[in-house]
């Protein structure tokens, strides 16, 4: 198993792509609670 440094740095690159895939959701979801809205 890669432990330490390895596994943390692969680790972060999956984090990092996960964070900007969620913050997209939330924008894409933000985006369409505001068009319910004003319809």
Same mark, same amino acid.
């Given at each position: 198993?890669?432990?330490?440094?390895? +596994?943390?740095? &692969?680790?972060? &690159?999956?984090?990092? /792509?996960? =964070?900007?895939?969620? /913050?997209?959701?939330? &924008?894409?979801?933000?985006?369409?609670? /505001? +068009? =319910? &809205?004003?319809?």
């Amino acid at each position: 198993m890669a432990r330490g440094r390895e +596994k943390d740095r &692969k680790v972060r &690159k999956k984090h990092r /792509k996960n =964070v900007q895939r969620v /913050k997209a959701l939330a &924008k894409a979801r933000r985006a369409a609670a /505001k +068009k =319910v &809205k004003r319809g």
